[in-house]
C-alpha cells in the first residue's frame, strides 16, 4: 500500500489543470460585437464635406451609444426642418423662390426625390411633377399662375423648396448634432438601450 500511494498524487495533480484549461481559455476572451450604426457613420462621414470630417471623424472611435445618438439627430436635424418648412409653406402662403433650372442644384434633387415619393403616395401626379422640374421661367410663371388651382405642383413645390433649404443647414446640422451626442447618449440611447436589454432578458 505504501508503494503505490505516491504513484497516484502526481497523476491527479497533473491531469486537474488539463482538463480545466481550455474551459478557461474558451470564455477568457468575449466575443466583441459588430454593429452596423459604425458602418453607416463612415459611409456617412465620407459624403460629408471636407471641412466638415473633423466634427464627426472622432465619433469613428466612440462607443456605440455616441454613434447611435449622433446619427438618430442626425435624422432629427433633418426630418424637423424638412416637414417644419414644408408646414410653414403651405399655411403661411409664401415660400422663397430658389428655382435653378440647372438639374443640379439643391433645389432640382429636391423636386426629383419628393416627386418619386408624393406620386407613390397619390398626392400628385406626373404633370404637376413635370411642371416644376421644367425649371427656369417656365417654373416661376407655374408658380405665379397656376399654384393656386393645381394643388400638386405647390406641393411638390413646397417639399422641393424646405429640402434645399434644410441642406443648406448642413453645416449647422452636424455641429449642433456633434454637440448634442454626448447629453442624448446618456439621457435617452443609455436609458432606453438598458430598458430593451432588461425587457428581453440579454445580458
Not at 112 to 130: A, I, N, P
Not at 141 to 159: D, N, P, W, Y
Request: aromatic share 10%; charged share 20%; glycine share 10%.
Amino acid at each position: 500500500m505504501s508503494t503505490r500511494r505516491p504513484s497516484l498524487f502526481p497523476l491527479r495533480r497533473f491531469s486537474s489543470p488539463l482538463r480545466l484549461q481550455p474551459s478557461r481559455r474558451a470564455f477568457s476572451t468575449p466575443p466583441q460585437p459588430s454593429s452596423s450604426h459604425d458602418s453607416r457613420l463612415r459611409r456617412l462621414n465620407d459624403r460629408l464635406p471636407k471641412f466638415l470630417r473633423p466634427y464627426t471623424a472622432p465619433l469613428l472611435g466612440a462607443p456605440v451609444s455616441h454613434i447611435a445618438s449622433f446619427l438618430i439627430l442626425h435624422e432629427i436635424t433633418a426630418v424637423v426642418p424638412l416637414f417644419g418648412l414644408v408646414a410653414a409653406f403651405h399655411y403661411g402662403g409664401w415660400m422663397p423662390d430658389l428655382t435653378t433650372g440647372d438639374g443640379d442644384g439643391a433645389f432640382d434633387e429636391g423636386v426629383r426625390r419628393f416627386g418619386r415619393w408624393l406620386r407613390k403616395k397619390g398626392w400628385v401626379d406626373d404633370t404637376d411633377v413635370e411642371s416644376v422640374g421644367a425649371g427656369g421661367e417656365s417654373t416661376r410663371t407655374t408658380i405665379g399662375t397656376t399654384a393656386a388651382e393645381r394643388k400638386g405642383v405647390r406641393l411638390v413645390l413646397e417639399f422641393a423648396t424646405a429640402y434645399a433649404i434644410t441642406k443648406a443647414l448642413l453645416p449647422v446640422r452636424i455641429i449642433a448634432s456633434v454637440s448634442a451626442t454626448p447629453w442624448f447618449a446618456r439621457v435617452v440611447v443609455g436609458p432606453v438601450g438598458r430598458g430593451v436589454r432588461g425587457l428581453f432578458g440579454s445580458k
